[in-house]
């Protein structure tokens, strides 16, 4: 419309537009209603632990996040939460506990990660992988260069676009975690066997106490 009016001289009613339009969009097009109907539980009650179906949504979302850890690094005298889960300053095993678990909540990833979903938590994930894959590489010894912070861009984009492509696929569809694991893993291993700056590394490193080897 702008450009008919300004460029084609068109009458159209432009210059009567709003300077701010606000748009709302229910993805998931959920109502408190409904969920209670299908949860048989009276309306009272979801009020009673959540504000509305945002809330819901919000909490969800923390939920999520807090579940989904990629990396933490290995902290002397921690005996809590991922140090003590055996996979603390271990990247392999790491990578694999969190595909794990991005399988074993796929029921709840994928209203959220479809194509239709929150785009706003694929952002806040993919800004904490970025983070954890930094720290994930200063433990590795990777320099801190241009090359890898544009791996770090890189393995972060490609680990989202898994998981969320694990968690929207059929059930039937979906590749064993071993499988998503190597091909997640992939592109770590082809830093450390191609890039001159990278620092040697064993293999039981790179691939934990997996076969798998590229």
């Known amino acids: 419309m702008f450009f008919d009016r300004y460029c084609k001289g068109i009458r159209n009613g432009w210059e009567s537009t709003p300077r701010v339009r606000i748009e709302v969009q229910d993805h998931f097009d959920i109502t408190a209603k409904g969920l209670s109907e299908r949860c048989a539980i009276a309306r009272t009650t979801f009020y009673r632990f959540f504000k509305d179906t945002y809330d819901l949504l919000d909490r969800l979302e923390q939920y999520l996040l807090g579940e989904l850890v990629l990396y933490r690094p290995l902290m002397n005298g921690s005996t809590t939460g991922f140090q003590s889960s055996g996979v603390a300053g271990k990247p392999y095993e790491s990578i694999r506990h969190f595909f794990g678990m991005g399988i074993y909540l796929r029921k709840l990833l994928q209203p959220i990660m479809s194509e239709n979903g929150d785009p706003y ?13 930094g720290a994930m590489m200063s433990d590795e010894g990777v320099p801190n260069d241009e090359l890898r912070s544009y791996y770090v861009a890189a393995i972060a984009a490609s680990y989202i676009g898994l998981l969320a492509h694990a968690a929207t696929t ?16 992939s592109m770590r291993v082809a830093y450390f066997r191609s890039s001159n700056s990278a620092p040697a590394i064993s293999d039981r490193q790179l691939f934990g106490n997996s076969k798998s080897s590229i």
Do not use: S, W
């Open 121 to 133: 938590f694929k952002d806040r994930l993919a800004r904490r992988l970025r983070e954890e894959l």
């Open 170 to 185: 059929n059930r039937e569809d979906t590749l064993g975690i071993d499988q998503i694991v190597f091909i997640a893993n």
